[in-house]
């Protein structure tokens, strides 16, 4: 099973930056798409973007224009970077792996970014 490992994130300024990252380990990342989730104390889980294996991106409304999704299948990394912060951007911040067709087959830990006003 693949397993995911998030870094970078933190306290942070709105109006800020911040560059998360996501390791998976194993052969097979570039058949994954990759998503970047997040969920806000009291609220669901919600998708912030994801990139396929060819490349394309998606976004969440609330984050277009703002964040970028990009992957690295050589070092098995894929990255958000998250410009403009605001505070409603503060969440924990999951990485996961999915395959078309068979679904989500693994969820990393978590990163917390905190923007403060």
């Known amino acids: 099973q693949v397993q995911l490992v998030e870094s970078g994130g933190g306290l942070v300024q709105a109006g800020g930056s911040l560059r998360l990252s996501c390791a998976a380990s194993g052969s097979t990342f570039s058949m994954y798409t990759m998503g970047w989730y997040r969920q806000a104390p009291g609220k669901q889980r919600e998708l912030v973007a994801s990139?396929?294996?060819?490349?394309?991106?998606n976004y969440a409304d609330s984050v277009k224009g703002r964040f970028t999704v990009s992957r690295d299948n050589a070092k098995n990394l894929v990255y958000l970077q998250m410009n403009s912060l605001k505070p409603e951007d503060t969440a924990v911040y999951y990485c996961?792996?999915?395959?078309?067709?068979?679904?989500?087959?693994?969820w990393g830990q978590g990163t917390q970014v905190t923007v403060s006003p």
């Open positions: 990139i396929s294996r060819s490349g394309n991106t």
């Open positions: 996961n792996a999915e395959i078309t067709g068979l679904g989500s087959i693994s």
